[in-house]
């Protein structure tokens, strides 16, 4: 059976870590015998410089027919002046809204060998195993209407939607549950459901599925708390959901308990499941191009995508394992890297996991 993954780098480092990873795939294809093929295509800054968009049809058609999708990241300050219906990030934003990749899991899961990496005391952070669930296609990133508009006497005014409907809420928050109930039973929902309406309805709703689920014990959390508790002890959540913009300021920081943003995977499913999967971080255009950047993040992408679209969970548990094997090894990258480690590059990483494998 052949499966076709499209590859798409994006912009800054991507290209640098996308290639890491796809080595890294090339070299399990092989051994578990996937029938994966690979093809590239262009997204964000790099497609509007050749094509003037930043998601060409060409690639949204291809992204439609694959199997999976690995998309290195998008953005960079060249093209930060243009207006935001062209920006690079509109090409993330695209995909995500055109395949209804609704649930974006995040996991944040420390690995031992980096609790010294973490800014928080080792004994706040070790066996930390997090996963956000964050809804990718709604509220206030997609909600109409908005932009900016001039007031009567020329000041001008910017205005966004904040808006969920209740089946939005409930897809999301059944993903959630289901997770829950393959890990350690507990969900959190976090919300502002003491100021915004919306996330009113959120509560309501998960209210009402958690009678579906008795086996998981649902709590709520208001964002703002939630992010204290997230620094404060971590380790009292198993899994999160919450909405769009939450769910990507959260997801950040939770990243960082884990010790750096440059290991942190993501996976972006449809009903289908199909996916897209891409690290959590940035296009970082302050490092691109020096061969510094971690590629762990979207070698560990590569890893969900086996499991979660492709059903390959044993060369999934092989990538993660050799992920876990150059750590013990001591390699790391500038992001990651501590007192008696060893210092590598973008590729020697990438070449240490495949050597691993
Ligand atoms: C993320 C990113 C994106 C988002 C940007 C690049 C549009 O921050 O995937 O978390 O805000 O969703
Ligand atoms: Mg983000």
Redesign the pocket.
Known sequence: MSRSVLMLPGDGIGPEIVAEAEKVLNKVNDQFDLGLQFETGLVGGAAIDETGEPLPSDTLERAKKADAIVLG???GPQWDKLEMAKRP?KG??GLRSNLELFA?LRPAILYPQLASASSLKPEVVSGLDIMIVRE?TGGI?FGQPRGVRELDGGERQGFNTYIYSESEIRRIGRVAFEAAQQRNGKLCSVDKANVLEVTVLWREIMEELAKDYPDVELSHMYVDNAAMQLVRAPKQFDVIVTG?MFG?IL??EAAMLTGSIGMLP?ASLNSEKQGMY?P?H?SAPDIAGQGIANPLATILSGAMMLRYSLGEEKAAEAIEAAVSKVLDQGLRTADIMSEGAKQVSTREMGEAVLAAL
């Open positions: 990241a998008v953005g990030e993330l934003l974006n990718l990133y769009n990507d997801s950040d993501s891409e959590c940035g």
